[in-house]
C-alpha cells in the first residue's frame, strides 16, 4: 500500500518505526544501509563539459582562426617558421584552457566549500528524546519535528500536525501555501497528497511531526535535482561587464589586426609576413584570462568573508556589497547580544528586581500568576543532546522560564494544551492550560497588544477595572523601563472555564518584566565605521520605540536630540512620498514594525537610488531579503526560508560581520581594479614594436612567440597577486561607490595605457636600439631572424618589458598612494609572482631550451643594468606624477 493512503500509525509500522522514533543504533544500520541523505551532484559530467567548453568559446575561436592562418600560412609560403607559430598559438590556446579550467574550479570549490560551513540542522525523535541532527544523518523511519521556516529535510508522511501550511513551489511550482494534515489520502502522487511534505520544500507556518519516507537521491527533489543542477549559474554584473569588455576588445583587435593587414599591404611587405602581424597584433590584444580571474578573484573573496563570519550564497553579492549604501538592521540578535537577563519587574504598581522576589515570598505568591505565566507560555523545546538537558529557542523565553520556574515553584497539576502561536504582527502568543484551579489561558507580548485583550489589571489592592488612569500608569511603567533599554513584555491571564470561548479577551494584566539585551561590543566601532565609510545605518526593530532609542544612543547610532522615531502605525498612514521624505532625516528609527512592513522600506529606500541591505530571520522577512539588494539572514537565530532567501548570511549573527563584509566587497573591486591595469599596461608596449616596424621599417622588436611569453607567462601571476590584495585601510574611508560606476574606468585606461604603457613601449624601444647600436646597427639595415644580433636585440626588449612589469606591480597596488607606503610583507603573493616572474625570464634568456621556444639568446650584463635603471625610472615618474595627483585632490 501507498503510505499517503496508509494511518498514521500504520505508516510508521510499516517503516518499521513508532511515534517515540528509533534508537540511535538501528538509525545508524540505517543510514549504512541507506547512505547519507544528500542529494549527489552529477559532478563529473558537468567537470568534462566546462572543459570542453574552455576550448570553444568566442576567444579560444578566434585563436583557432589564428593558427588555422599560420598553417596554412606555411602551406602556401614554407620556411617562413610559420609552423611554429601555429603550434605556439595551440600552446595559447591549450595553457589557457587549463589554467581557466583550473581558476573556475576553484571558484566553484571555494564556494561549494562555504555550503559545508552552514549545514542545514533538523531536530528529530531518537528513543524518544529530541535531538538535533545534520540533515545529512537522516534515514528512513526517523521522525522530524517541523516548525515555521523550516525546510523539509527528506521526504515525510505526516503523523500529526497543526496549522502545517508548505510552500511546494520549487517542486511542484505552485507558489500559494498549501494545507497539510495527517490523515490517510486516496491521493497516490506524493507531490499532491494532503498528509505528505517533501525534500526542498518549506514550512510557512504551523508545527508538525511527520515520519521520513525518503531520503538523499531517492526524494522527489532527488529525482529532479539533476535537472536543476544543469541549469545555468547566475552571473554578476561583474562578470558581464567583464564578458562585453573582453568581446568588445577581441573585436577591436581583429579589426586593428585587419587594418594592419592593409597599411602592410600599402607598404609593399610580403603577404605571409603580413598577415603573421596580423594574427600577431590579435593575439597580442585579445585579453585572454581576464573572465577566469575575475570569477576567482570573486571566489577568494567570498572565503575571505567566511573567514570574517559572513557566508555568500551567490558571487554576485560580492560586488553589490562593495556598493550598499543603507544598512536596515534588525535590533535583537544583531545590533544585540540575544543574551537576555530579567533586570525589572512591573508588579501590583511598583518595582521590584529578581532579588526582591527572591527574598520577600510574598511576592511570588501575591504575584504567582505572573510567574506560571512565564513558566509555561513560551515555544521553546527541551532538548537532549549527548547527555546534557537544555531549552532551545527565543533566549528571552528561555531567561523568562527560568524565571517563572524559580518564582512559581513545582507546576503539579499544570498541563498545556494548546498555542495560539506568536508573530510579528500580533506581537503576543498565547498558551491554553489545564491547571488545579481549571482551564486558563496565558497571554503574554508587547504591552499595546495584550492591553487589547485584557479588561483588568492586578494592583495591590487586588483587581481593579483597566480604565485609563490604569493604562497610563502601565504606559508609565513601561516608558520607563523601555527608556533605560529594557525590552518590556506584559503578562496577562484568564479563565477559560465555564462557556468562556477559549480565546484572548476579558483577560487580567498582571504585570510587566523588563529584560535587558546589552549591544555587541563590536557594534559602536562598527557604526562608527559605517559612518565614516559612508553607508547609512537604520535600525529597524519590532521592539519599542524608546528601548529602541535607548540601544541606539548606547551603540552611537543615533546622536542627536530629534532624531525621528516611525512606529509601524506611523508608516501605515505614510504616503509614499510623505515617507520619501521622511527617509532623508539624517536620523531615522523604525520601531514596532511588522516584518511586512519591511519590505516597504527597502522600496522605498531603492525609489530613492539606494543600495539597500536589509537582515531578517523569519519566514516572513523573506519577501524583504529578497527583494534588497543584498538580504542577510542570521545563521544563528534565523530560520531556513530566510536562509534561502538572503544573499548573505552571518554565521554569528553580528552586525559587525556585515561591515566586515562591505569592506571585502569594497576590497574586490580595488583589486580588480590594479590587476586590470597592470595586465593592460603590458599591451602597449607589445603594440608599439609592431608600429614602429611596419612604419620605420626596422627589424621587428618583439616577436608574437615572445609576446605569447609576457602575456600567458610573466604577467600571470603578479596580476592573481594583485587580485588578492588585502583591503586597503582607507578602503572604509571613502563614500560608497556609485550605481553606475564602471570597473574600467577611463581613467584607468588613460594611466594604463597612455602612461604606465607608454613609458614601458619607451624603455623597452629603447633598450632594443641600444642592443643594435652597440653592435654598429644602422637604420635601415636588415636583420636576419636567425642572426645572434638580432636575437638578442628582441631578447632585450623583451626582458624590458618584463622589468617594467615587475615595477609596474608595486606601482599599481595602489592608485594614488605610493608604493614605498604600502608594507610590501602584506601580501606575500605579490614577492612570490615577482619571484616566479624573473625565474621565467631567466629561464627564456638562459636556457637553451628557452632560447629555442621562445627566439632569444643570452645578453650581457650591461643589458639588464640599463632595464633596469629605465624601470626605475619608471617608477619615479609615476610616483611623481601619483604625488602630484595628491596634492591637487588634497
Ligand atoms: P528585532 O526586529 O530588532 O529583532 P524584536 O525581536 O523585538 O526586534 P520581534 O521579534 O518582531 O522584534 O518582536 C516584537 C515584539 O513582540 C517584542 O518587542 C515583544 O514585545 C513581542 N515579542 C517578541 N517575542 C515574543 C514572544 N516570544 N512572545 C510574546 N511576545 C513576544
Redo the contacts with the bound molecule.
Keep these: 500500500m501507498h503510505i499517503q493512503s496508509l494511518t498514521a500509525e500504520q505508516s510508521l509500522a510499516s517503516l518499521h518505526t513508532s511515534a517515540v522514533g528509533l534508537t540511535s543504533a538501528e538509525a545508524q544500520r540505517r543510514l549504512a544501509e541507506f547512505g547519507p541523505n544528500h542529494v549527489e551532484e552529477v559532478e563529473r559530467e558537468r567537470l568534462l563539459l566546462s572543459f570542453v567548453r574552455e576550448f570553444t568559446h568566442f576567444f579560444a575561436i578566434i585563436l583557432w582562426v589564428g593558427a588555422a592562418l599560420a598553417f596554412l600560412a606555411e602551406y602556401f609560403d614554407p620556411g617562413q617558421g610559420m609552423v611554429r607559430l601555429g603550434v605556439a598559438i595551440v600552446g595559447v590556446i591549450l595553457i589557457n584552457a587549463v589554467f581557466s579550467f583550473w581558476q573556475e574550479y576553484r571558484a566553484e570549490r571555494a564556494v561549494a566549500a562555504l555550503r559545508q560551513l552552514l549545514p542545514q540542522q533538523v531536530k528529530a525523535l531518537r528513543g524518544g528524546e529530541i535531538v538535533e541532527l545534520l540533515a545529512s544523518e537522516l534515514v528512513p523511519g526517523d521522525i522530524v519535528l517541523l516548525e515555521e521556516g523550516d525546510f523539509v529535510p527528506a521526504d515525510c508522511r505526516l503523523i500529526e500536525s497543526f496549522g502545517l501550511r508548505v510552500n511546494t513551489a520549487t517542486i511542484t511550482g505552485e507558489s500559494l501555501p498549501q494545507a497539510r494534515n495527517a490523515d490517510p489520502q486516496p491521493e497516490m502522487s506524493p507531490l499532491s497528497a494532503k498528509n505528505s511534505v517533501l525534500a526542498g520544500t518549506s514550512v510557512v507556518s504551523g508545527q508538525a511531526r511527520a515520519v521520513v519516507y525518503a531520503t538523499g537521491m531517492r526524494t522527489e527533489f532527488g529525482k529532479i535535482a539533476h535537472l536543476t543542477q544543469t541549469a545555468g549559474k547566475a552571473t554578476s554584473p561583474l562578470q558581464r561587464e567583464i564578458a562585453r569588455l573582453s568581446r568588445i576588445v577581441a573585436f577591436l583587435a581583429t579589426g586593428m589586426g585587419g587594418v594592419f593587414l592593409l597599411i602592410g599591404q600599402a607598404l609593399g611587405l610580403p603577404f605571409w609576413e603580413n598577415l603573421l602581424f596580423a594574427i600577431g597584433i590579435i593575439v597580442a590584444n585579445v585579453p585572454e584570462g581576464l573572465l577566469p580571474t575575475v570569477t576567482l578573484s570573486l571566489a577568494m573573496a567570498t572565503q575571505r568573508m567566511a573567514k570574517r563570519n559572513a557566508l555568500v550564497r551567490h558571487l554576485p553579492a560580492v560586488e553589490t556589497l562593495g556598493s550598499t549604501t543603507v544598512i536596515l538592521s534588525?535590533?535583537?540578535?544583531?545590533l544585540t547580544q540575544n543574551r537576555m537577563s530579567v533586570r525589572r519587574l512591573w508588579l501590583g504598581g511598583g518595582f521590584f528586581t529578581q532579588e526582591d522576589i527572591a527574598a520577600q515570598p510574598r511576592l511570588a505568591t501575591e504575584h504567582r500568576a505572573l510567574f506560571v505565566n512565564a513558566a509555561l507560555c513560551?515555544?521553546l523545546k527541551e532538548i537532549h543532546n549527548n547527555g546534557k538537558h537544555e531549552w532551545l529557542g527565543?533566549p528571552?523565553?528561555v531567561a523568562l522560564v527560568g524565571m517563572g520556574r524559580q518564582a512559581a515553584g513545582a507546576l503539579d497539576g499544570f498541563r498545556r494544551i494548546d498555542e495560539i502561536p506568536?508573530d510579528?504582527d500580533r506581537?503576543?502568543?498565547s498558551v491554553r492550560c489545564e491547571t488545579p484551579q481549571g482551564r486558563m489561558l496565558y497571554c503574554?507580548?508587547?504591552l499595546e497588544t495584550v492591553l487589547e485583550v485584557c479588561d483588568s489589571v492586578q494592583f495591590d489592592g487586588g483587581i481593579a477595572p483597566l480604565d485609563a488612569a490604569a493604562k497610563t500608569r502601565l504606559l508609565a511603567a513601561q516608558d520607563e523601563m523601555a527608556g533605560a533599554g529594557l525590552?518590556?513584555?506584559a503578562f496577562a491571564h484568564g479563565s477559560i472555564d465555564g462557556g468562556l470561548p477559549a480565546e484572548e479577551r476579558g483577560l487580567i494584566l498582571a504585570g510587566l518584566v523588563g529584560l535587558e539585551d546589552p549591544p555587541r561590543p563590536e557594534v559602536p566601532e562598527a557604526i562608527a565605521r559605517c559612518a565614516e565609510a559612508g553607508i547609512r545605518v537604520i535600525?529597524?526593530?519590532?521592539?519599542?520605540p524608546h528601548t529602541a532609542q535607548a540601544i541606539a544612543r548606547e551603540i552611537g547610532l543615533m546622536k542627536s536630540d530629534q532624531p525621528v522615531v516611525i512606529t509601524g502605525d506611523d508608516l501605515l498612514h505614510l504616503s509614499p512620498a510623505q515617507l520619501h521624505l521622511a527617509l532623508d532625516a539624517p536620523e531615522i528609527l523604525f520601531a514596532?514594525?511588522a516584518?511586512v512592513q519591511k519590505m516597504q522600506l527597502v522600496e522605498a529606500l531603492q525609489k530613492k537610488g539606494e543600495i539597500v541591505a536589509v537582515t531578517g530571520?523569519g519566514v516572513n522577512d523573506a519577501p524583504a531579503l529578497k527583494a534588497a539588494d543584498i538580504g542577510i539572514a542570521m545563521g544563528v537565530a534565523g530560520t531556513d526560508v530566510a536562509k534561502g532567501a538572503a544573499d548573505l548570511i552571518l554565521l554569528d549573527d553580528n552586525f559587525a560581520s556585515i561591515v566586515a563584509a562591505i569592506e571585502e566587497g569594497r576590497a574586490v573591486f580595488d583589486n580588480l581594479r590594479k590587476f586590470l591595469t597592470y595586465i593592460l599596461s603590458s599591451n602597449i608596449p607589445e603594440i608599439v614594436p609592431y608600429l614602429a616596424f611596419v612604419l620605420f621599417r626596422i627589424p621587428l622588436p618583439l616577436t608574437i612567440i615572445q609576446i605569447l611569453a609576457v602575456d600567458l607567462g610573466t604577467d600571470m601571476l603578479p596580476a592573481l597577486a594583485l587580485g588578492a590584495e588585502k583591503p586597503d585601510p582607507d578602503v572604509m574611508r571613502r563614500p560608497p561607490r556609485a550605481r553606475n560606476e564602471r570597473l574600467l574606468s577611463w581613467n584607468l585606461i588613460a594611466r594604463a595605457y597612455l602612461f604606465l604603457g607608454v613609458l614601458e613601449a619607451a624603455a623597452a624601444m629603447a633598450v632594443f636600439f641600444f642592443v643594435l647600436d652597440a653592435a654598429g646597427w644602422q637604420y635601415g639595415e636588415s636583420l636576419a631572424r636567425t642572426a645572434p644580433l638580432y636575437l638578442q636585440a628582441t631578447t632585450a626588449c623583451l626582458a624590458t618589458i618584463v622589468m617594467t612589469q615587475v615595477m609596474n606591480v608595486f606601482l599599481c597596488r595602489h592608485p594614488l598612494k605610493s608604493s614605498l607606503s604600502l608594507s610590501l610583507f602584506g601580501n606575500p603573493l605579490i614577492l612570490l609572482g615577482i619571484a616566479a616572474e624573473l625565474g621565467l625570464l631567466l629561464f627564456i634568456v638562459y636556457t637553451p631550451a628557452g632560447n629555442w621556444l621562445f627566439g632569444t639568446a643570452p645578453v650581457g650584463v650591461e643589458v639588464w643594468l640599463f632595464a633596469v635603471a629605465l624601470a626605475a625610472l619608471m617608477g619615479v615618474v609615476e610616483e611623481a606624477r601619483k604625488a602630484w595627483l595628491r596634492r591637487s585632490l588634497r
Design positions: 534588525d535590533k535583537t540578535g544583531t513560551h515555544n527565543d528571552m523565553e506568536f510579528t506581537k503576543r502568543m503574554k507580548g508587547a525590552r518590556v513584555l535600525m529597524v526593530t519590532g521592539d519599542h514596532r514594525v516584518a530571520d
